[in-house]
């Protein structure tokens, strides 16, 4: 069960990918949690999502502290499936609760009321990639994943040190 969700490649092109997305979620995520980079912090997001978005008081710090965590999460590479995933569905139901009407593109003009979804697709992707193929390199999965291996050869009795990748 435990490798289904640490088990990754080595690959270092996937854990760009995870980085990236785990640095932009980070940021968002402690604006919204800390009031960090100018964002308006806990109460003042737990006021918007539950008064604009009427979200439920518990989704509503659910989904920001998702955020926050999943960034912390990947970009150490630690449970990246599940930060990628908790990002994916926070992306979706910030497209069907809020930027969908707004078509897909972001308003970089000014000329609409709103963002469209063009970078919640982007993040979903990116969730999507780390999700299918793990952390990747440079990760906490990648050394639990390790060491579980070769504590699991030594329990088994194998001889052989080697890791395969999956």
Known sequence: MIESLIGTHADWVVAI?????????FGH?????????????LS???????????LPPVLAF?????????????IVGLFSRIAALVIALTMVGAIATVHF???LFL????????????????????????MVKG????????????HTSRVEQ???????KTIVDR
């Open 17 to 25: 990918a995870r980085i990236v997305l785990g640095i932009i979620f």
């Open 29 to 41: 995520g402690a604006q919204k949690m800390l009031g960090w980079y100018d964002g308006p912090g």
């Open 44 to 54: 003042s997001s737990m006021r918007t999502f539950t008064e604009h978005l009427h």
């Open 62 to 74: 659910l989904v920001i502290a998702g955020e926050f965590l999943s960034g912390v999460g990947l």
């Open 101 to 103: 009407r707004f078509g």
């Open 107 to 130: 308003n970089w003009l000014g000329s609409q009321p709103g963002h469209g979804i063009e970078y919640h697709l982007l993040a979903i992707a990116l969730a999507l990639v780390v």
């Open 135 to 146: 952390a990747g390199a440079f990760s906490l999965d990648r050394l639990v994943y390790e």
């Open 154 to 160: 030594s329990v088994n009795g194998e001889t052989t």
